[in-house]
């Protein structure tokens, strides 16, 4: 599997003002993966943007799969630049349709009242969990001849379960989890960068956390699961070359659609994003 740099994958193409093109990754799913759709949404959004405007919100719609073998197009409209706050409308296209909505609102840095109520949970240092990868290697020969192929793919983003979840061995859970999280790759601090690969990493075992309670896994072939709308808030400027604990947790399941909400602490305890995600869980009746 050659070196691959998730830096590369959220670095667009510029064809013309207001539209760019991305390349897309296959990482073994049956869809092309939403957190790259959502990285380079808000790559493309940035890139119409003076540097001092920074994210602090996006709000995003999954309209139709997208096919992982093809390129991404962008289009980017220009809704509003105010003395404070930016707004852009992000179109993802692919084959003539459109694919994925995301608007997205930017900021000039400005103090403010400042608090913080959520309270990171106590939980292993991130150390001394096993990242996900080693599972997935040791288990190579249960997967699929495309995920064998994909494996590598997954590897920009070390990702670490507490508590890790087994997807051949599903069992009834709590709809909590915990995830460890950073870049392997130097962002040298480039606050652009590191939103959009957060935003990247924030789809990562999200929505499966909604699964947990019935026991159900991710793989089993009779669920249909996809990402409805996903929308992320940017509380502090942050270092995702350093740990990052994501808190996923899902208060609600039913009329075949799943919610999940999530919170990334720093090492320090400190807020610096939340998420929000509604998906579709669909079972499908087996055939006699």
């Excluded at 957190?35 to 380079?40: C, I, K, L, P, S």
């Excluded at 000039?108 to 599972?135: R, T």
């Amino acid at each position: 599997m050659p070196d691959v740099k998730l830096v590369e994958l959220l670095t667009l193409e510029k064809i013309e003002q207001g539209l760019f093109r991305g390349q897309s990754w296959d990482l073994g799913f049956r869809t092309l993966f939403g957190g790259q759709v959502m990285g380079q949404a808000l790559a493309a959004a940035q890139l119409t943007l003076p540097d001092d405007r920074v994210a602090h919100s996006f709000h995003s719609y999954f309209l139709l799969p997208g096919d992982a073998n093809q390129p991404v197009l962008f289009d980017v409209e220009n809704v509003r630049d105010g003395r404070s706050f930016s707004t852009r409308r992000v179109k993802a296209i692919q084959n003539g349709k459109n694919i994925f909505y995301m608007t997205a609102s930017f900021q000039s840095p400005e103090s403010g009242l400042d608090h913080q109520y959520a309270q990171m949970p106590k939980v292993p240092e991130p150390e001394s969990v096993e990242p996900d990868i080693k599972f997935y290697e040791k288990s190579i020969g249960d997967m699929s001849l495309r995920m064998r192929e994909a494996i590598g793919y997954h590897r920009p983003i070390d990702i670490r379960t507490v508590q890790a979840i087994d997807p051949y061995k599903p069992q009834k859970l709590e709809p909590l989890r915990y995830i460890w999280m950073k870049a392997h790759e130097a962002l040298s601090g480039n606050i652009h960068l590191n939103q959009t690969m957060l935003a990247y990493a924030s789809d990562y075992h999200f929505l499966g956390t909604c699964l947990q309670p019935h026991g159900i896994s991710v793989r089993n072939k009779n669920l249909r699961m996809a990402t409805i709308d996903h929308a992320m808030w940017f509380h502090h400027p942050f270092d995702f070359n350093d740990w990052l604990l994501y808190c996923a947790e899902s208060p609600f399941t039913g009329s075949s659609r799943g919610l999940v909400r999530g919170q990334f602490f720093n090492r320090e305890g400190k807020l610096v994003a939340s998420t929000m995600q509604e998906g579709l869980m669909r079972q499908i009746e087996e055939k006699s």
